[in-house]
């Protein structure tokens, strides 16, 4: 499944590796590598096998479950996706509490009591996916799991997640897209060692 997904996020551009001529992150990091999972939900096809991808992970690691909660914005139709295909109730959360009306953080379904698996895009350090998890636990959800479309193995969102005692559950991982990427003759060994000490960079 990880290569198979890692060849839909490539085909699509919804993740790029650019060694030579990196990226600028809205931090104003230079990277040589730039995620944009949106993309997905433009495709048709590539946005249905990712559902499908999700609903066999979950069903796999966590088949009792009750609701499924997406993280604002990007987990939110991904999060629709899946609560279509398993016949779940959805929810969303957001960022921070809205500063009128009910002055809601969760919209949609009730999350108190239920078992809730917590849908991301992307894991870059893991953290605004850590603070949706906590607003869930806050609300009386059993978090059983994050699931994700892809993560860039981070070893400090690892910990984080360790240490959250959450486990998170990607699609695919950039080891795998890095390896699809050689196959494909998309960039070099010398252009993957690249992309890696940049990761491991991130950490320190």
Not at 65 to 85: D, L, M, N, Q, R
Not at 161 to 174: K, N, Q
Request: aromatic share 6%; with cysteine.
């Amino acid at each position: 499944m990880k290569q198979r997904v890692a060849e839909i996020l490539l085909n699509i551009n919804a993740v790029e590796l650019s060694p030579d001529a990196p990226f600028t992150w809205a931090s104003g990091i230079q990277s040589p590598i730039y995620c944009d999972n949106r993309k997905i939900i433009g495709d048709v096809e590539a946005r249905n096998e990712i559902a499908d991808a999700f609903v066999r992970q979950i069903k796999n690691h966590t088949p009792d479950i009750e609701v499924i909660a997406g993280t604002s914005t990007a987990g939110i139709p991904h999060a629709a996706y899946i609560s279509e295909k398993l016949g779940l109730p959805m929810c969303y959360v957001r960022g921070s509490k809205k500063k009128h009306g009910k002055g809601n953080q969760i919209e949609g379904s009730s999350v108190s009591g239920k078992k809730v698996v917590l849908v991301e895009d992307l894991i870059s350090t893991g953290g605004s996916c850590l603070e949706a998890a906590e607003a869930l636990k806050e609300h009386s959800a059993d978090l059983m799991a994050v699931v994700a479309i892809f993560t860039y193995g981070i070893p400090s969102s690892k910990q984080a997640f360790h240490e959250a005692m959450l486990p998170l559950y990607t699609l695919s991982d950039l080891d795998t897209l890095i390896n699809v990427s050689i196959e494909r003759g998309a960039i070099t060994e010398t252009q993957k060692k690249t992309v890696l000490d940049f990761r491991e960079n991130l950490s320190k």
